[in-house]
């Protein structure tokens, strides 16, 4: 029966490709604004543009409505105006512009339009076909659909807030809060946070989002944990545009801070920003005694060029011993936890070369000494190049391609179980992987209703490098160093 039904969701899932694979129309254009966390419009340099809600001048824009008006500016499965061939009442919405296109549901909307206050969500459910069968029932050092021919619940996540706004003069006050059940929870906790709230293997809860804010004139002060700025990807599976994050996210980048976070908006084009934190994905002392640094940078070039930089420092765990600490961790007892000292900045360029077509370039580098073995020095870093178009206003597709190099075998491999998810269940290879992860992604995002959407990417990953002192290779249960994956995904919004 398990076989059944996992089967016939993965076809219905499958039909939601098909509008997808319909030719290119020509279309009136969409631009690629985003909202950030607290729902402020703004041009992100990171995270997922096609989740876009609003202009950059606070236009209201929506995904598609379930249903629009089919004339000759509609085109149809066959080539027939109007509607789609013989489903006969959807339209294929050529040539309509977002903002035609109806607003979406939400789950609590403020009475005033100009209000500061904000609450959303989705439900996020995700099937990975692994042609493979692995019998660890693992896709390798693939994460968030790290599970094999499996059903997940992603996320089921809920936040809310006020944002905070000057217009550069006054004061103002402001906070959010976001949290979220699923398999995700796995890789955004935190040390100290939800490390003793008895998660699953699984499936458990996690708050990437806690935090107030004050703002006076240009600046802006967080205090609490926040999710952080770093890189492209970030937490939140509908906030990026596949279900799957890179290997740069998950193995070379912090996914949240606690600490105090501020930012001067030096002018329009120019941000800046400093925090003194716990150090990376931690709260208290609980997994790391020593507090941690983060600079960050925005430059918004023009209407077309954006780029932004963040650099983080401070003293991280090692599995070397070295600086041993006194106390014990949720994973070991005193003495069985060294850290050291670890660099790590990541660089993010972004380029719209035309209203529906959007380029990014990302690099990362980090460092850290004693990291593996005494004496050792290791390194991770690598470039992320995306591509992505709005074929219609109710299909995108995206490419990507990464290249990973993990020098000394640090960072791929077991993460779980970890300090903040200390029941969570994960890959059991490595780290030991002294070699280049390299991986392509590529597939569309189709909306069906302004409040649902459902993603299709196909990943072909491959390792080129030494193998740990186990000898299992990182894919299909240790056997292989190369791997293809379909994940299938769908995303109710509200």
Same mark, same amino acid.
């Given at each position: 029966?398990?076989?059944?039904?996992?089967?016939?969701?993965?076809?219905?899932?499958?039909?939601?490709?098909?509008?997808?694979?319909?030719?290119?129309?020509?279309?009136?254009?969409?631009?690629?604004?985003?909202?950030?966390?607290?729902?402020?419009?703004?041009?992100?340099?990171?995270?997922?543009?096609?989740?876009?809600?609003?202009?950059?001048?606070?236009? *209201? =824009?929506?995904?598609?409505?379930?249903?629009?008006?089919?004339?000759? !500016?509609?085109?149809?499965?066959?080539?027939?105006?109007?509607?789609?061939?013989?489903?006969?009442?959807?339209?294929?919405?050529?040539?309509?512009?977002?903002?035609?296109?109806?607003?979406?549901?939400?789950?609590?909307?403020?009475?005033?339009?100009?209000?500061?206050?904000?609450?959303?969500?989705?439900?996020?459910?995700?099937?990975?076909?692994?042609?493979?069968?692995?019998?660890? $029932?693992?896709?390798?050092?693939?994460?968030?659909? +790290?599970?094999?021919?499996?059903?997940?619940?992603? *996320?089921?996540?809920?936040?809310?807030?006020?944002?905070?706004? =000057?217009?550069?003069?006054?004061? &103002?006050?402001?906070?959010?809060?976001?949290?979220?059940? #699923? @398999?995700?929870?796995?890789? +955004? =906790?935190?040390?100290?946070?939800?490390?003793?709230?008895?998660?699953?293997?699984?499936?458990?809860?996690?708050?990437?989002?806690?935090?107030?804010?004050?703002?006076?004139?240009?600046?802006?002060?967080?205090?609490? $944990?926040?999710? !952080?700025?770093? #890189?492209?990807?970030?937490?939140?599976?509908?906030?990026?545009?596949?279900?799957?994050?890179?290997?740069?996210?998950?193995?070379?980048?912090?996914?949240?801070?606690? #600490?105090?976070?501020?930012?001067?908006?030096?002018? &329009?084009?120019?941000?800046?920003?400093?925090?003194?934190?716990?150090?990376?994905?931690?709260?208290?002392?609980?997994?790391?005694?020593?507090?941690?640094?983060?600079?960050?940078?925005?430059?918004?070039?023009?209407?077309?060029?954006?780029?932004?930089?963040?650099?983080?420092?401070?003293?991280?765990?090692?599995? !070397?011993?070295?600086?041993?600490?006194?106390?014990?961790?949720?994973?070991? #007892?005193?003495?069985?936890?060294?850290?050291?000292?670890?660099?790590?900045?990541?660089?993010?360029?972004?380029?719209?070369?035309?209203?529906?077509?959007?380029?990014?370039?990302?690099?990362?580098?980090?460092?850290?000494? +004693?990291?593996?073995?005494?004496?050792? @020095?290791?390194?991770?870093?690598?470039?992320?190049?995306?591509? %992505?178009?709005?074929?219609?206003?109710?299909?995108?597709?995206?490419?990507?391609?990464?290249?990973? $190099?993990?020098?000394?075998?640090?960072?791929?491999?077991?993460?779980?179980?970890?300090?903040?998810?200390?029941?969570?269940?994960?890959?059991?290879?490595?780290?030991?992987? &002294?070699?280049?992860?390299?991986?392509?992604?590529?597939?569309?995002?189709?909306?069906? =209703?302004?409040?649902? %959407?459902?993603?299709?990417?196909?990943?072909?990953?491959?390792?080129?490098?030494?193998?740990?002192? !186990?000898?299992?290779?990182?894919?299909?249960?240790?056997?292989?160093?190369?791997?293809?994956?379909?994940?299938? &995904?769908?995303?109710?919004?509200?």
């Amino acid at each position: 029966m398990k076989r059944l039904s996992r089967h016939v969701w993965l076809a219905a899932l499958c039909a939601a490709l098909c509008p997808g694979l319909l030719r290119a129309q020509n279309s009136p254009g969409y631009p690629y604004y985003s909202m950030d966390a607290n729902g402020q419009a703004m041009v992100a340099p990171a995270s997922a543009y096609y989740t876009s809600t609003t202009f950059a001048g606070g236009e *209201e =824009t929506q995904a598609p409505a379930e249903s629009c008006q089919c004339d000759q !500016s509609c085109c149809g499965m066959f080539g027939h105006a109007g509607q789609l061939g013989p489903f006969c009442h959807m339209c294929w919405p050529c040539g309509c512009k977002l903002a035609d296109m109806g607003e979406a549901c939400k789950l609590w909307k403020p009475c005033c339009e100009d209000s500061q206050w904000s609450m959303n969500g989705w439900l996020a459910q995700s099937f990975t076909w692994n042609p493979y069968s692995p019998a660890d $029932r693992f896709n390798g050092p693939v994460t968030w659909t +790290d599970r094999s021919n499996e059903y997940q619940m992603n *996320e089921l996540w809920l936040g809310g807030g006020r944002v905070t706004k =000057t217009d550069g003069c006054g004061w &103002d006050l402001g906070g959010r809060v976001d949290a979220f059940y #699923g @398999t995700n929870y796995r890789w +955004d =906790t935190s040390a100290g946070f939800e490390t003793h709230w008895g998660n699953g293997a699984f499936y458990g809860a996690a708050v990437p989002n806690a935090y107030l804010e004050a703002a006076y004139n240009n600046w802006t002060v967080k205090a609490g $944990r926040f999710i !952080s700025p770093v #890189g492209y990807y970030t937490v939140g599976t509908a906030q990026n545009f596949f279900p799957v994050i890179p290997y740069t996210y998950q193995y070379g980048e912090p996914f949240t801070h606690t #600490g105090v976070w501020a930012q001067n908006k030096l002018s &329009d084009q120019l941000t800046v920003g400093g925090a003194i934190t716990h150090g990376w994905d931690d709260t208290d002392n609980t997994g790391n005694p020593h507090a941690g640094g983060l600079l960050n940078a925005t430059w918004t070039i023009d209407q077309q060029r954006s780029l932004a930089w963040v650099g983080v420092i401070g003293n991280e765990p090692n599995l !070397s011993g070295v600086n041993a600490w006194s106390h014990p961790t949720p994973l070991g #007892g005193p003495f069985s936890q060294g850290y050291t000292a670890r660099y790590f900045q990541t660089l993010v360029y972004t380029r719209k070369f035309s209203d529906d077509v959007l380029g990014v370039l990302q690099s990362d580098f980090g460092t850290q000494h +004693d990291a593996q073995a005494v004496g050792q @020095t290791a390194k991770w870093y690598g470039l992320n190049s995306y591509l %992505y178009w709005n074929m219609t206003c109710r299909c995108q597709w995206g490419a990507n391609a990464e290249w990973f $190099r993990d020098q000394g075998g640090f960072r791929v491999g077991q993460v779980l179980p970890s300090f903040g998810s200390p029941n969570g269940r994960g890959l059991a290879r490595g780290p030991g992987f &002294d070699g280049s992860f390299y991986r392509f992604t590529f597939g569309p995002r189709y909306y069906w =209703t302004p409040n649902f %959407y459902s993603r299709v990417a196909f990943l072909a990953d491959w390792y080129d490098g030494k193998l740990p002192a !186990s000898g299992l290779r990182p894919y299909d249960a240790g056997a292989k160093n190369y791997q293809q994956l379909l994940v299938l &995904d769908a995303v109710l919004t509200y």
